[in-house]
Nanobody
Framework: QLVESGGGLVQAGESLRVSCAATTDILGFRVMGWYRQVPGNQRELVAAIAVNGSTKYADSVKGRFTISRDRSKRTLYLEMSSLRSEDTAVYYC??????????WGQGTQVTVSS
């Protein structure tokens, strides 16, 4: 099970960190990542981190967002800085198992006011 937290309302240019707590060892996932979705749009990949630590970012967030993990806390993080109004979305945590099954969190709302 994955549970997100840390969403909220911030001003443009500010920073925010969202967290995703897992009930199992997060290195049991082949890949973990963050997606976001705006009503009426498809869910889009924001950032991902593989079990070997390699990371991937959407072009729109490169240089502003950082994905990280703390195995001891079983938690995945997304540190977001220089937030823009277009970053407003529901942010979802996902873990992909070694059998390619996906486990999704319930989502956390991030709203950036301009």
């Amino acid at each position: 099970q994955l549970v997100e937290s840390g969403g909220g309302l911030v001003q443009a240019g500010e920073s925010l960190r969202v967290s995703c707590a897992a009930t199992t060892d997060i290195l049991g996932f082949r890949v973990m990542g963050w997606y976001r979705q705006v009503p009426g749009n498809q869910r889009e990949l924001v950032a991902a981190i593989a079990v070997n630590g390699s990371t991937k970012y959407a072009d729109s967030v490169k240089g502003r967002f950082t994905i990280s993990r703390d195995r001891s806390k079983r938690t995945l993080y997304l540190e977001m800085s220089s937030l823009r109004s277009e970053d407003t979305a529901v942010y979802y945590c996902v873990g992909r198992g070694w059998g390619d099954q996906d486990y999704w969190g319930q989502g956390t709302q991030v709203t950036v006011s301009s």
